[in-house]
């Protein structure tokens, strides 16, 4: 089975800072590749999916890149709403595997 | 608008068995493949299982392969997990979500349903 390895495990940044996550697939997954938002005691929320494409509603703050094994998430300017933990995860076949999480916390 | 609402968490003790549901309204549920999800305490997220819109085809983690079973009803807009030989690990909230038109990414999530299996 594909592993998926987020990097780092938790960050520290301020209000205003650009933010990037970085999720590692051990063997290639093309761009089906999705990110989700989980805010401590909350349900998790798709922000991202195809590696790149804005769930309805996710502010333009928010972006995704990559192809093949490497993807990053990209905060381009943190607001305070923003400080959650960060998960992506790959479809490209069953199982679906998440990364481990990304904690943002305050700096 | 779209909900996701599970039940049927419950304490059972190892060894029991439970079944939750997962009642959706506010999309056309007959048309998506579903999956259910579980984050145990301070944890992260674990795949469980998948269903299509047909229920043709289900597939599950390796860890609940053999004990999990995923059905649904499209006439009753309801999605369903069994769940048996249950074990101390498998303590967790479980969350259903539909799969998005496009992808396997979970589009819309449920609130989630409290599973602790303690003696």
């Known amino acids: 089975d594909i592993q998926m390895t987020q990097s780092p495990s938790s960050l520290s940044a301020s209000v205003g800072d650009r933010v990037t996550i970085t999720c590692r697939a051990s063997?290639?997954?093309?761009?089906?590749l999705a990110w989700y938002q989980q805010k401590a005691g909350k349900v998790p929320k798709l922000l991202i999916y195809s590696t790149s494409i804005l769930q309805s509603g996710v502010p333009s703050r928010f972006s995704g890149s990559g192809s093949g094994t490497d993807f990053t998430l990209t905060i381009s300017s943190l607001q305070p709403e923003d400080f959650a933990t960060y998960y992506c995860q790959k479809y490209n076949n069953a199982p679906l595997t998440f990364g481990g999480g990304t904690k943002v916390e305050m700096k | 608008q779209v909900q996701l609402v599970e039940s049927g968490g419950d304490l059972v003790k190892p060894g029991g068995s439970l079944r939750l549901s997962c009642i959706v309204s506010g999309f056309a549920f007959s048309d998506h493949s579903m999956t259910w999800v579980r984050q145990a305490p301070g944890k992260g997220l674990e795949w469980l299982s998948y269903i299509s819109s047909s229920s043709v085809y289900t597939d599950y983690a390796d860890s609940v392969k053999g004990r999990f079973i995923v059905s649904r009803d499209n006439a009753k807009k309801s999605l369903y997990l069994e769940m048996n030989s249950l074990k101390p690990e498998d303590t967790a909230v479980y969350y259903c979500?539909?799969?998005?038109?496009?992808?396997?990414?979970?589009?819309?999530w449920g609130q989630g349903t409290q599973v602790t299996v303690s003696s």
């Open positions: 063997q290639g997954i093309s761009n089906y």
């Open positions: 979500a539909n799969l998005g038109s496009g992808g396997w990414y979970l589009q819309h």
